[in-house]
């Protein structure tokens, strides 16, 4: 049974900065699979923030490149994502998932998700 089980959303000002974790179980372990950061405003379909492979190559949005840092802990099982220089525009219910396969920002490919967390940026 696969879980994702992530933290660290909440409230910030413009400009300002949160992290996001995300710690994975329950199956192979995040250094064999690809993970990645999702966001869904109200109103507005979920779009892919950042992703990152098992070899570690990352992928980011044009609206976060420069801002959002994601990252991985392997001995931990962890999925990281920093994000600095936060706009109202990043507010939304962010959630990371992970595959076997490679589906870089493209949120359809995912099979496991987690349960989302609020990040409201004022």
């Known amino acids: 049974h696969v879980q994702l089980v992530e933290s660290g959303g909440g409230s910030v000002e413009a400009g300002g900065s949160l992290k996001l974790s995300c710690v994975a179980s329950?199956?192979?372990?995040?250094?064999?699979?690809?993970m990645a950061w999702f966001r869904q405003a109200p109103g507005k379909e979920r779009e892919g923030v950042a992703a990152?492979?098992?070899?570690?190559?990352?992928t980011y949005a044009d609206s976060v490149k420069g801002r959002f840092i994601i990252s991985k802990d392997n001995a931990k099982n962890t999925l990281g994502l920093q994000m600095n220089s936060l706009k109202a525009e990043d507010t939304g219910m962010y959630y990371c998932a992970a595959d076997e396969l490679n589906h870089g920002l493209a949120w359809r490919g995912y099979t496991y998700w987690s349960q989302g967390t609020q990040v409201t940026v004022s």
């Open positions: 990152i492979g098992s070899n570690g190559r990352t």
């Open positions: 329950g199956y192979t372990t995040t250094s064999r699979t690809y």
